[in-house]
């Protein structure tokens, strides 16, 4: 092991701790009080060791930068590879850039302490998540990332913040049950007693729990992905966080999501066990919601509201470009993932920025912020040279069918769509007088919006996928150009149809089939409380054991042979 290596594994360890360091330090009250003034500084080491690792990587030197200790064959540890450290590291850049947006709010806020020290607990579990080796690792980092995230959706403490905390700690809940019992299934199946993810993934073919596993595996990984129809939570969470909380959670924490599926699941070589069958269940899951987010995203009034459809929306996408490696076993799949994961940590964690430099009227000069903000959009819907072309690109050799591929390109329609429904809310938002810290908000806004324009192209060769100039010169290719803009143009066309007739559509609110389904979840309340009630008056009757003694024995009198 070089020295090199030695030093990149002691700041990967740094980077880790630093967050958690603070966050044990934010215990006395003095340090929570003033912690808020570092939370940009915090996610430096972290980012610094990633950036270090995929240069280290790209050199050729090692795969990987691994730090494993073995108690007992447990194979505890992390592993930084091509799509770790790459996630790592623009998590971090992110972290750092709401970590600076958020201190002007938090200045004069007087629940800053609280914010603080779930901000610092989610970050550490979103950090780690991406680099963890070994099933219980990785398991306490994404709990901790699923749970305590729920202090930065409640922070307003309004009664809508609190209604959607509650919601999603119940989904929350019920993903990491899901997932535990998915680990222990997994631990089960390895004839050892190793944790490694790699090793235990590879010993699951002859699991005889395998089918079980692989559900399970799923309804943990969806409902982290907001996948309909556990979705709900995300429109809902969104609408109620602070502008920085709803860019780490659209941006980084669902992106725990993206790293389960790539460490659980065989998208190199294909399931093990029925692939086409798992790969097809993904696939029309992911393409539902991909175009539910966009169906549901136009009925909204609200610009943050739209963007957390738009989130649906994209994870869809990625669950579908998923389902499609586990099926057809790409060798590449790992890397495209990455990429388009990337692009959207990037782009979306600028255009909820984005959002708060507009509506909280941090500049008088609204058309820059605009103009960049709808860029970022049409990006993510593939316009070509920016960064979201490079990510479109990446999907093309998963969806590269004739069906899949005009399924994929209704897609980029719907998100032209749907970012063009959202910059027209975020122009007709409140103006009010410009508050202060402009600058502080400001800066993090450009950085974030500058790195999702550029980032994606600077690494493609860090993830192994070849020259950028090379990936540019086949996106502009007239035949390319044409695939990449005709779904725009159909956009566009209906982006300018829904703002003459848009006013027809019903006004769903955030949560759509769970508000929908209200009533229902009423009568079913209803009628649960008078059993409840009947219950009670029952057991208060002196004979009511003995009557449910003898209705019992009359029914087994009555189907007894």
Known sequence: MTTAVVKLQLLLVLGLATPLLAALACLLRPVRRRMWRFLGLIPLPALAAAVLIVGLIADGEVGAVRLSLDPEGLAIGLVADRAGAVLLGVAALLWAAAGVYAGPMLRDSPNRGRF????????????????????????????????????????????????????????????????????????????????????????????????????????????????????????????????????????????????????????????????????????????????????????????????????????????????LALRGAEPAAVSLLTLYAVHHLLAKGALFLGVGVMTEAVTGRRWPVLLMAALLGLGIAGLPLTGGAAAKLALKPLFDEAGLGLLAALSSAGSALLMLHFARLLWRSERPAVSDGAFWRLLPWWVMALAALLLPWTLLPLLGLGAPETWLAASLAPTALWKALWPLLLGVAAALSLGRWGHRLPRVPAGDILVLGAPAARLAAAIGAAAEALDTQLRQWQVAGIMLLLIALLLWGAVAP
């Open 116 to 323: 603080t020290l779930f901000w610092l607990l989610t970050l550490t579990g979103s950090l780690g998540v991406f680099v963890t080796a070994d099933l219980l690792s990785f398991y306490l980092t994404y709990a901790l990332v699923s749970l305590a995230v729920f202090g930065l959706i409640a922070h307003t403490g309004t009664a809508f913040a609190r209604r959607a905390t509650s919601l999603y700690l119940l989904l929350a809940i019920l993903g990491e049950i899901a997932l535990l019992l998915a680990f222990v299934l997994l631990a089960d199946a390895h004839p050892g007693t190793s944790l490694d993810i790699g090793s235990t993934v590879a010993a699951l073919g002859d699991s005889p729990w395998y089918a079980i596993t692989m559900t399970l595996l799923l309804i943990g990984f969806a409902l982290k992905l907001a996948l309909v129809p556990v979705h709900v939570w995300m429109p809902l969470a969104h609408t109620a966080a602070p502008f920085p909380a709803s860019a780490i959670l659209s941006g980084v924490a669902v992106k725990a999501g993206v790293i389960g599926l790539i460490r659980f699941l065989p998208l190199e070589t294909g399931a093990a066990v029925g692939g086409p069958i798992w790969g097809d269940a993904l696939l029309i899951l992911g393409l539902t919601t991909a175009f539910y987010g966009v169906a549901m995203g136009i009925t909204q009034d609200y610009a943050k509201t739209v963007l957390a459809y738009s989130t649906v929306s994209q994870m869809g996408l990625i669950a579908a470009a998923t389902g």
